[in-house]
């Protein structure tokens, strides 16, 4: 995407990277194809075009109560399995989000509900910053930590 650079300006920037460009409605054609509405990011001396629709979704837990027939994420499924905790890695992968301009956060698994504090404090780390958090739940998980 170096054909980009002529019109290039910086829209926003972190310590690792910045937005090259932002590309809305009107488009831009490099290299023959077509491409609308995305940021073009570096990042770590890598650049990349996130769509402005994009979405940080986190699979908190692959572990999950219900085994719904139209779950999207059977094929992650597990019987149990770590849940996703704060740590470098996972500020690294937040404050590239926000760097490219990515507005909504998603938690979902599994079940992302069968540690509710762990989720609590998840969502109270990882959240701040984007325009808004969603969870995609059966709900099982906080149903049963509400009857105990």
């Known amino acids: 995407m170096s054909s980009l650079d002529a019109e290039d ?3 926003g920037t972190s310590t690792r990277g910045r937005i090259i460009r ?3 409605e009107a488009g831009v054609e490099v290299d023959g194809t077509w491409y609308q509405n995305f940021n073009l990011v570096e990042y770590d001396d890598v650049e990349y075009v996130f769509s ?3 979405i940080l979704t986190l699979v908190v837990t692959a572990a ?3 085994g719904c027939h139209f779950c999207s994420n059977e094929i ?3 019987p149990s399995g770590p849940f996703l905790e704060r740590n470098d890695r996972l500020e690294r992968v937040k404050e590239f989000a926000l760097l490219a301009d990515v507005k909504k956060v998603a938690y979902t698994g599994g079940e992302p509900t ?3 504090q762990k989720l609590l404090e998840l969502v109270g780390a ?3 910053g984007f325009h808004r958090s969603r ?3 059966s709900g099982w998980g906080a149903i049963e930590a509400r009857a105990a």
């Open 9 to 11: 300006r910086v829209v």
């Open 22 to 24: 932002s590309v809305g």
């Open 52 to 54: 402005h629709r994009a």
């Open 64 to 66: 999950c109560n219900a």
């Open 76 to 78: 992650i499924f597990t």
């Open 114 to 116: 069968l540690h509710p």
């Open 126 to 128: 990882m959240s701040p």
């Open 135 to 137: 969870i995609h739940t």
